[in-house]
Each structure stands twice: as C-alpha cells, then as structure tokens.
C-alpha cells in the first residue's frame, strides 16, 4: 500500500509542479495539451489509488482504443465513438480478464487504499461513522425489503456514471479539436463530471435524500458560472453572481450545521436488577469500547425524571457530536440520571465544559466525576460485562435481522477466553467451540462458542443465560457476541 501511495503521490505532485511552468513556457495549444494529459493521467492515478492495477490496466485499454479511433475518426463520427467508449467502461467487457489479474496479483496490488488520517481522535471518528450508518439505515433497510427501490438506485447510480464518463471524453474531445481556439472554460465540463461521481458515491452510500442535499449545494457554482457567460450588463451580472454566491454560502453552512445536527441513539435498553436502574447503553459505541485515546471517563448525575432528560437529549447528543464526546450510557433511578460519556485523554477542560453545559441545559447542580480508566473498567463493571447488557445486545441484533425481514435462523456467536487449559477442557464437554489461535497468547486461551437458535427473544435470552452460567462455572471470561444468519 505504501509503494502505491508513494508512486500516485508522486505523479500527482510532478503534475501540479509542473502546470505552472507549462502555462507560462508554452503557447495557447501547448497549454491545451499540456492540460488534457495532465486530466487524464489524473484520473489514471485515481483509478491506480482507489481501483488497484488491474482496473488501471483495464481502464487504459479502454482508453487507448476509444483514443485511437477519436484520432483517427473524423469528427462528425466522433459523437458515437464517444458514446461506444461510455459503453466500454460501463459495461467492461474485459470484466473476465480483470478478475484473472486480480487472482493473480497481491492485495498490495489489488485492493482498493482506504487512507485513515484521523490520529489519536479515530475512536471518535470511526463512531461518527456507525451514526451516520445508523441514520440512513431506514433508507439501507429498503434494498432489503423493497426490491423496486434497490433497482431505482442502482439505475440511478449507474445513469449518473454513464453520464459522467460520457461529459469526461466528450469534454476531453472538445479541447483537442479547439486546440488553436483554446479555452479554459472548456475545463468547467469537469467539475460537473466530478460533482456526477461525488452524487452516484452519496446515492450508492446514504441514499436519495442525501444525494439530493448534495446536488442542491453543488448547484450554485454552475449557475453562478452561466451567469457570468450570459449576455446580462456587467452590473447585474456581478450582482446576480454576488447574491447567488451568498445563497450558496448560507445554504452550504445551513447543511453543515445540520449534518452535525443529524445524530442518533441506538440503544440496548433493559433494567438492571442489581443497580435497580433502567439502562441506556449506546450500542454504536459497543465496537470501539476499547481504544487506547478516548479513556477520560466522566458519570454525572441529573436529578431529573426520565421523561425531563429526553427533552434535552437531542441537544447534549449534538453538542456530543460538535466537541468530539461519546455518549456511552445512561442510566435512570431513584436519584435520577447518570449520564455517562467519554471523552479523549487530552480534553480534560473539555469535560469540565460538558459539565457547565450540562448545569445550564438542566438549570441546577450536576455533580460529575471526572477519571482516566484506560482499561475501561468501569464501563465492563456496569455495563459490558452485564448478563443483562449482553443479552440486550444479542437480542437487538437478532431484532435488526426481523426488520430486514431475514426470517432464517440465527447463530449466537460468543467470543471468551480461560486461563487454564483444563477450564478450557471441560468448558468444551458443554458447549462445542472453535480455538482462536491468534487471540490467544501464553496467559489466555480465547475460543468462540456458535449456538444455533430461532429468532424468538425470549429463546435468546434463555440459550445465553445457560451459556453465561456454564461460563461462570468454568472460570471463563465473556469478551463479545455477535449475532449472524
């Protein structure tokens, strides 16, 4: 992956260095020519980064041959040439060859670079992720239980890239056959090719609704562009500009204010008969409870009612989501709400702020307890490691495979771990399991027990309890679960 990176970085810094010195150096149709091989081998370094060798092999023969009957074509047979080149890379007849390489080749070579320039704050980042995923699964949900909506997005998605590969070597054409007429507003076809791709990349990602917020904030550089081309008096056109570029900015902030706004919930809720308190934990934090960044743990007690913290629970989950906060838990009992979150090792003035807001939001008092827990402890001790917890969270997952109306049965997938041979052993005479070697080292033996079982809550809960218990009886260790079909 590093070779790559280095080489496409590479081109991609020798092309920019050396457009200047192009424009200045050369005449009108060099710059031209010099801009067309800089686009194209562009997009090749894109292909090479994102698509791996063999579609960058694939891609340039397409290109090549579309090239060479262009070149040779006279131009009133240009229009379908361009339009046979379209079908080439969207239907990829060579889709045969390009899986052979791709067998044949390293996943250095093949798989797509995915670039994770986040630092110490990924555990944030990586939950901002699941809670997006979590908002648009609504729309998600659909491609499962609705097939005339899956087939609407993929026609969509794949009208879009028709499109936009057709106004690429269109525009492409158009620039070497007006060479000696050159323009640089021939370039602006681009940035609709470009804004094509980005919506089929929202439509195949979030969906419709996002898709459309995209296109709407992306509309006004176009028109502001064909006013400036129209043939309105220079005033107004600087005015009409002016005010649609101010439009633009306000809808464009409007849309990041929401997209920060847009958060979710999604819980494991059950009552918790030794804390004798009705739980909320966050079930999008459940993947990432252990990190070795986000360990300032803070419990803050409300004394509000259940009903009074919903109210304003949107608001702390926005203001969670603008400061860098994971909400982990909540909790309601006599004594009211205990609110708890995490925060990174660095943020400490960040949680005694989450602490004043809190006091204003709720108009009183909320004592908070503020405490590194690198080992995540506390949340194990109340939450993680809970009967009750782990149960909750095999049965939301089963519940989530009813809601994508997967009625087939179900397999209960526990990870743990002992720390004698023999507790392994005779755990194994119970339950049948599956060694997990490279998890295991010289002081913990992890192993994976699957247990078959109908989607009913109340069988879930049931087959889990006797596991847990066997589990206690044996000196093993629960680390996760996980639900499949």
Do not use: C
């Amino acid at each position: 992956m590093k070779r790559r990176i280095a080489i496409a970085g590479s081109l991609t810094i020798l092309i920019f260095i050396m457009m200047p010195i192009a424009l200045i150096l050369l005449n009108l149709r060099g710059q031209g020519i010099f801009m067309i091989s800089a686009i194209v081998s562009l997009v090749y370094v894109g292909i090479y980064v994102f698509g791996g060798v063999p579609k960058l092999i694939i891609a340039f023969v397409y290109g090549v041959i579309t090239f060479i009957f262009l070149y040779l074509l006279k131009e009133p047979y240009h229009l379908p040439m361009i339009i046979m080149g379209t079908l080439l890379f969207v239907l990829n007849p060579l889709s045969t060859f390009e899986a052979y390489l791709t067998t044949k080749m390293s996943d250095e070579d093949v798989l797509p670079i995915r670039f994770s320039l986040r630092g110490s704050y990924w555990p944030f980042f990586s939950y901002q992720k699941e809670m997006k995923n979590f908002y648009h699964l609504p729309q998600a949900r659909k491609l499962y239980t609705k097939k005339w909506y899956l087939h609407l997005r993929q026609v969509v998605m794949l009208s879009l890239i028709t499109l936009g590969i057709f106004l690429f070597i269109s525009g492409i054409n158009e620039i070497a056959n007006t060479l000696d007429d050159f323009s640089w507003f021939n370039f602006f076809v681009f940035y609709n090719v470009i804004m094509l791709f980005v919506l089929a990349w929202m439509l195949f990602k979030k969906g419709f609704t996002s898709t459309f917020r995209t296109f709407v904030v992306a509309l006004f550089l176009p028109i502001i562009f064909l006013v400036f081309r129209s043939d309105f008096p220079s005033v107004l056109k600087f005015s009409f500009a002016g005010s649609i570029f101010l439009i633009g900015l306000i809808v464009s902030t409007v849309e990041l204010i929401k997209y920060y706004q847009r958060v979710v919930y999604d819980v494991y809720h059950y009552y918790d008969p030794d804390l004798q308190m009705e739980v909320f934990a966050n079930a999008l934090f459940e993947p990432l409870v252990y990190n070795e960044s986000f360990i300032l743990t803070t419990h803050a007690n409300i004394r509000v009612s259940l009903d009074q913290f919903h109210k304003h629970f949107k608001d702390i989950l926005v203001y969670a989501n603008w400061f860098k906060i994971i909400v982990t838990a909540y909790t309601s009992g006599k004594d009211g709400i205990h609110l708890y979150a995490d925060f990174h090792k660095k943020d400490k003035k960040r949680a005694e702020k989450f602490k004043t807001y809190l006091e204003a939001k709720f108009k009183m008092e909320v004592p908070m307890d503020i405490q590194e827990d690198p080992n995540k402890e506390m949340y194990e001790r109340k939450f993680f490691h809970k009967a009750e917890y782990i149960i909750a969270r095999a049965q939301s997952l089963a519940g989530l495979l009813k809601e994508l109306e997967i009625k087939t049965k179900i397999i209960i997938s526990m990870i743990v771990y002992f720390e004698l041979e023999e507790e392994l052993e005779a755990f194994s005479e119970d339950y049948p399991i599956t060694r997990m070697e490279e998890l295991s080292d010289e002081a913990y033996l992890t192993a994976r027990v699957d247990m078959p079982s109908i989607n009913v809550d109340y069988m879930i809960e049931s087959k889990i309890r006797e596991l847990l218990l066997s589990l206690l009886v044996h000196h093993g260790h629960f680390v996760r679960i996980s639900v499949y079909y």
